[in-house]
Nanobody, 127 residues
Framework: QVQLVESGGGSVQAGGSLRLSCAAS????????VAWFRQAPGKEREGVAG???????SYADSVKGRFTISRDNGKNTLYLGMTSLKPEDTAMYYC?????????????????????WGQGTQVTVSS
């Protein structure tokens, strides 16, 4: 069964950096669509960054220029580099994935297009 396991979350001061990892099992991060979502208490889950099956990237306006989504095909791992972190970035971060044939379903930030989800890793940014 497909498994996605996030790691790398933690507490950091505003302006700091973190790199989240999502290790995939029985699923190739290359050739399929993957994304990062986040959800803060009392708020809806939102797409943060997406990576297409052919390597194209997309970002939420709120994180453009600060976050970078990438993958290491050899390690079969997805990453989210986060810099210049702000208190409003505080949330549980989840990686999500869907097979390549379904990548065209909806936009990259549409949560229901993703079949597989990790358990999440907490990011807390203090002011």
């Amino acid at each position: 069964q497909v498994q996605l396991v996030e790691s790398g979350g933690g507490s950091v001061q505003a302006g700091g950096s973190l790199r989240l990892s999502c290790a995939a099992s029985r699923f190739h991060v290359s050739g399929n669509c993957v994304a990062w979502f986040r959800q803060a208490p009392g708020k809806e889950r939102e797409g943060v960054a997406g990576l297409s099956s052919i390597g194209g990237t997309s970002y939420a306006d709120s994180v453009k220029g600060r976050f970078t989504i990438s993958r290491d095909n050899g390690k079969n791992t997805l990453y989210l580099g986060m810099t210049s972190l702000k208190p409003e970035d505080t949330a549980m971060y989840y990686c999500a994935a869907v097979l390549g044939y379904a990548c065209s379903s909806g936009s990259w930030s549409t949560s229901y297009k993703y079949q597989y989800w990790g358990q999440g890793t907490q990011v807390t940014v203090s002011s």
